[in-house]
């Protein structure tokens, strides 16, 4: 009865609220600094590395890598006569004609930018493979026709990297065997064959990790991406059982050296989110099997999503990069990020985060990432917000998560409207009251960085199609995607020298964001109150450090 009364008087509250505009109260117990948070925003994902870090330099403007740490070159050992490592991938009669050549410079030019490479291997070179089939990514979806024969190959990819890099170097970098390896679209046996297809993954997996073994060491880092956020052909809870309490193929041994397990997770569009599982519940499966069969210690990523595609343009309404240009991009990225920290999530991968996708200037989703890095390595602090019942009633919501610097007593919070409607507009007050017992009586630094339309070039760039009549049929992907600097996206010649010529200059000036800064008392109860109005779709994070 308590409850049901209590529920009562919130919903009443929200009646009482100012039109236009929702009050919500957040509170940040800053005595007690919990788990530490690693970098949410340390992976990027790249579909086809071709020859896309030959010669890299960083972005003299906007560096991503100033908080990137590894790029997951996503299928680069093998599935089409274009990924295939061999000096002929159609000559069946020699099988170790090895070429690494291609992988190698982009190893090295990621290493140049100052970042890790993440080696996604496992899709079955054709000549290897039993009955090559193409699947729905275009790739090889077939195992070995002998696992010694690619068991040959994959060590000796490794043991070139660690002739041209170092040991010590190469074991400091991150591998993975497939790609949702239990999507019948990236790999299968026979028709569609469910249990033939988890035993010939496991094989696969077992002997992959052997030869990484073999080549670099029993520390190597390794480990697994799965579909996880909807159903596959099999259930990825027998290959996590097999890794750990299975007859290893290759060895004979019990189980299989396992790292990091990761997922993918997609909502479906703007307004619409995923018919599978939550973010939350799409990692914690994985995490509550692993530990199920005494697997602890693992890392937990997601090595690819955010939102598939867009409501305009092409038939498939397809993101190129997986985000749409609208400042809700910017409180949905929030809300993803705050889902991380909270569930013990270790990083997101992106598919970019600059008008092309790793260079260029800032979408909206670059302010928010580098927001979100702001508080790696910091302790995560109790955060609390009372809408829950506005959330209920209306889809907004108004949330967040604080971290500290036990050290140094800088904390940070960051705060997000978030509502589920692309054309969301309605304000939120908020009151946000941090506990700051480290800086009580003292006189402190306050940033804020805002990130809302005025740091978007989006708006702009919206605007302009109208006036210079850019229509959707001059894209190759959905006009929604931000990526609109490479020639993949905007692919109309006339489009594209006019944005090239007359627009681009302008966006640049539009995606700049800066912070303001003050200075600010704390009372001596160590209690500080802000009160602030976040537009709709708006990310504001507050740093509060030592007056400097």
Known sequence: MLRVQALLLCIASLFSLPFGASQVALTVDGASPGDPISNKVSNVNVWDMGTSFYGAVSDPDYDVFEFVEYVQLMQCTGGTLQRDLFRDPTDLS????????????????????????????????????DDPLIG????????????NVYYDYIRALAE?????????????WRFGVM?????????NVGDNDAAASCEAYCKLYDYTVQALIDAIGPDVFVGAHAMAVTEGLWDESEFIRHVAVGTNYATGETGTRICYLSASFYDLRPGKFTTGKTLPRTVGDLRKAAEAYGLHGLLYGVDEGRIHGSASGKDSAELYSRTVGQTWQAAYDARMWTQTVRNGIDWFSSWGYLSDCLHGYPTISYHVANAVHKTAGERQLDFTTTTAPLRMLTGIEVDGFASTDPGTGTTHVLVYNFRNKLNYKKRANVRLKVSLPQFAGQTVTLREWVIDDDCNFFDEWQQDRKTYGITDDCFAW?????????TVTLRDPNARALYEEKLREKYVRCAALSPTEQKIDVPKDGTLTLRRSLSASCVTLFEIEAEG
């Open 94 to 129: 020699v099988l170790d004609d090895y070429d690494f050549s291609r992988l190698v410079e982009n190893c090295r030019g990621i290493l140049a930018l100052g970042a890790k490479p993440l080696l996604k291997l496992g899709s079955v070179p054709l000549k290897y493979a």
């Open 136 to 147: 729905g990514f275009g790739m090889n979806v077939r195992p070995p026709r002998d696992y």
């Open 160 to 172: 070139t990297l660690v002739q041209t890099f170092g040991r010590d170097e190469v074991a400091s």
């Open 179 to 187: 790609t949702e390896f239990e999507n019948s679209d990236w790999f």
């Open 478 to 486: 959905s006009p929604d995607d931000p990526c609109i600097d490479n």
